[in-house]
């Protein structure tokens, strides 16, 4: 069974860091695109980024561009998300979608939706707050 795990989320101050990671099993994430969504509560899901798995190109939505990294180690069949200084609108759960095509990961998170992603996380709650 095709599964995916998130992992590393929790309460954060404002300014601080953490990373996220999203771990695959049943499946090898090698050939695999991931997304990184996130829906505040009371708010509509949006799109983060995401990371492609051919030659690790990668794509951010401006409001985490230039704060947020995300990587791969396909050793560990997990993908990351590395977050800094995180802000109190960063909060919300955090998901990760797999899927062989690029673009469709583009797609979830340009648009903050579920193009058809193969396969989905349940998530893991970001909150960051004084």
């Known amino acids: 069974q095709m599964q995916l795990v998130e992992s590393g989320g929790g309460l954060v101050q404002p300014g601080g860091s953490l990373r996220l990671s999203c771990v695959a099993s049943?499946?090898?994430?090698?050939?695999?695109?991931i997304a990184w969504l996130r829906q505040a509560p009371g708010k509509e899901r949006e799109g983060v980024s995401c990371?492609?798995?051919?030659?690790?190109?990668?794509y951010y939505t401006d409001f985490v561009k230039g704060r947020f990294t995300i990587s791969r180690d396909n050793a560990k069949n997990t993908v990351y998300l590395q977050m800094n200084s995180l802000k109190p609108e960063d909060t919300g759960v955090y998901s990760c979608?797999?899927?062989?095509?690029?673009?469709?990961?583009?797609?979830?998170?340009?648009?903050?939706?579920?193009?058809?992603?193969?396969?989905w996380g349940k998530g893991t709650l970001v909150t960051v707050s004084s």
């Open positions: 990371i492609s798995g051919s030659d690790n190109s990668t």
């Open positions: 979608a797999a899927d062989p095509r690029f673009g469709l990961a583009i797609i979830a998170t340009v648009n903050g939706n579920d193009p058809g992603m193969e396969v």
């Open positions: 049943g499946f090898t994430l090698d050939y695999y695109a």
